[in-house]
């Protein structure tokens, strides 16, 4: 390719990181940035993504900070669900709820249902009694909400 604008970068750093390569995902997101090309939204989605996959709870902090403070970005519920997948996935748990309870906008079902796991994952019953709730009042007539409780 010649010459690469936005959206070639984004679906590049984007398909990396959603097929476990996200190192390469991020030594393109800096390739972009040497290259000239301001990131978006969909590109910090992608590095989120990657740093979800790869583990670096740091480096998804940082990348998260950078998004809001460096690139004036405002960051989408799907940040923040890349936030909440990644914190528990490092033992990180009572951060993740924390960061939903600052979030701007209501959590969804998927970001709810992101926290039952890990609370359960993790074997927090106290946490995962008030994600539960928090579930429920997003989707009361779900049936299968009661049931993320029981080991499977």
């Not at 989605?45 to 670096?56: F, K, R, S």
């Not at 924390?98 to 701007?104: R, W």
């Not at 796991?117 to 928090?134: D, I, S």
Request: a neutral charge; hydrophobic letters at 40%.
């Amino acid at each position: 390719m010649k010459t690469k604008d936005l959206i070639s970068w984004n679906t590049l750093i984007g398909g990396l990181a959603m097929h476990g390569r996200g190192v390469d995902a991020l030594n393109l997101f800096i390739r972009m940035k040497n290259a000239g090309q301001k990131p978006d939204g969909i590109t910090f989605l992608g590095i989120l993504c990657a740093c979800t996959h790869m583990g670096p709870v740091e480096d998804g902090l940082a990348y998260f900070q950078s998004m809001v403070h460096d690139n004036s970005i405002v960051p989408q519920i799907e940040h923040y669900g890349c936030m909440v997948d990644l914190l528990p996935r490092a033992g990180r748990l009572e951060q993740a709820m924390y960061f939903v309870s600052k979030m701007p906008m209501e959590p969804d079902v998927v970001i709810g249902a992101g926290l039952l796991r890990a609370c359960r994952t993790h074997k927090n019953v106290e946490l995962a009694e008030v994600a539960l709730q928090r579930l429920i009042e997003l989707e009361p007539k779900n049936p299968a909400n009661y049931g993320k409780m029981w080991p499977g």
